[in-house]
């Protein structure tokens, strides 16, 4: 895995002493403030990859003299540029690393001017051949029916051009498109990957996968087997439990298939646990009622909140507002039909009054208030008149 070390940069007496970015910089027991020196991808980096240099604890004047990072690993020295935003400031470059850069660990310098404010390295590894993958996601190369599949062509090698790649197989509903994604392959800019899903009619075998590159040629080619669960197979049936209740702006750790009650033409949220889902259906779920409006998408729940419970889904529905009061099923089928679960709901009248209501001026709640008051007050003024002395 990538990541981010800070180095408190060295420096020379008088140097640097004036302003710094503020929670940038280190300070020593003096309390003067030291640039901190930021490097990003620098371990287990390929010939070809790209390494970011992050200079902060520098204002934009004290950089006048030029920033620059120097290691034998790049193909010859690069200016940082300053940058400025509401969080954080100072100087940056992203490098790519030579091509050509053999195995090993290579000192970095970053400068201001003809002084060394800051140390570090870049330890690059082997460079690898040409490499197409393709796997389910999650990964693994048995996959089901319906279930989603990484594609990703990776030819970080020296030579390599062109940006147009397309995959074709008979697994695929059609030719896909390859792309690089700086928010996967940050680090590598010959990466170029997609994912699609196998259609949920796929038949079992294997199936081969052709990779085509920017001039019509085929590139290299993979293979994948497709496979419907079968019994005995963890997700032939799961294990399930629900469909569970609980409110929208609740805990879903407190959903419950007992006594739970929603007004009609309210909301509920339903929850749906599988200790072994199915792949191929993780994202069809639906949770079918008379009672809702429509049936409902349950979407796999990735928050932080569901770590450590068995795999859930949910989502939320819309109860009819024009249902009587009572007990409706809610009933949710997985497995390809094989699963089949329901429980009860429990719905009250609605909030909202009835049409036959005449609530007087205006409508609802507020017109209704205020008819009864009206009323209220004609009935005071009705006694008072009847308590009133005739006239002499």
């Known amino acids: 895995m990538r990541w981010m070390r800070a180095v408190p940069a060295a420096l020379g007496a008088g140097v640097l002493c004036c302003a710094v970015a503020a929670g940038t910089a280190t300070a020593d027991s003096s309390g003067t403030p030291h640039p901190v020196l930021l490097v990003n991808g620098n371990y287990d980096a390929r010939p070809g990859e790209r390494v970011d240099v992050n200079l902060q604890g520098v204002d934009e004047a004290q950089g006048k003299a030029g920033v620059t990072a120097s290691s034998h690993a790049f193909t010859g020295r690069v200016h940082l540029r300053w940058y400025h935003s509401q969080w954080v400031s100072g100087y940056?470059?992203?490098?790519t690393l030579s091509p050509t850069a053999k195995p090993g660990s290579y000192p970095l310098t970053v400068s201001i001017g003809d002084r060394v404010v800051g140390h570090d390295r870049i330890e690059v590894s082997p460079g690898q051949a040409p490499r197409f993958t393709v796997a389910g996601v999650p990964g693994g190369q048995v996959v089901r029916p319906g279930q989603r599949i990484s594609l990703r062509w990776d030819d970080l090698h020296p030579g390599q051009t062109g940006t147009d790649f397309t995959v074709?197989?008979?697994?695929?509903?059609?030719?896909?498109?390859?792309?690089?994604?700086d928010a996967t392959d940050f680090y590598d800019p010959r990466a170029f990957s997609a994912t699609a899903k196998v259609p949920a009619g796929t038949k079992d075998g294997s199936y081969a996968f052709s990779l085509t590159g920017p001039h019509g040629e085929r590139a290299a080619s993979g293979s994948l087997t497709v496979r419907a669960a079968r019994p005995g197979d963890p997700d032939y049936l799961g294990k399930v439990s629900g469909p569970a209740f609980f409110t929208p702006s609740g805990d879903p750790g407190r959903?419950?298939?007992?006594?739970?009650?929603?007004?009609?033409?309210?909301?509920?949220d339903v929850m749906w646990h599988d200790a072994a889902p199915d792949p191929g259906e993780t994202g069809s779920l639906t949770a079918t009622s008379p009672a809702f409006a429509a049936p409902v998408r349950l979407a796999p729940d990735d928050s932080k909140g569901a770590d450590g419970d068995a795999p859930r889904f949910y989502g939320t529905a819309d109860v009819r507002a024009d249902l009587a009061p009572g007990s409706y099923p809610v009933t949710v089928v997985s497995h390809h039909g094989r699963v089949r679960r329901s429980e009860s709901l429990a719905v009250t009248r609605s909030l909202t009054p009835t049409k036959g209501v005449d609530a007087g001026v205006g409508g609802g709640w507020f017109g209704l208030a205020g008819g009864l008051l009206a009323l209220g007050t004609a009935a005071v003024v009705t006694a008072v008149r009847k308590r009133r002395p005739a006239r002499a």
């Open 255 to 268: 959903a419950t298939t007992n006594g739970f009650t929603v007004h009609a033409g309210g909301k509920v």
């Open 92 to 95: 940056d470059a992203l490098v």
């Open 168 to 181: 074709s197989s008979r697994a695929l509903p059609g030719s896909v498109r390859l792309e690089h994604d």
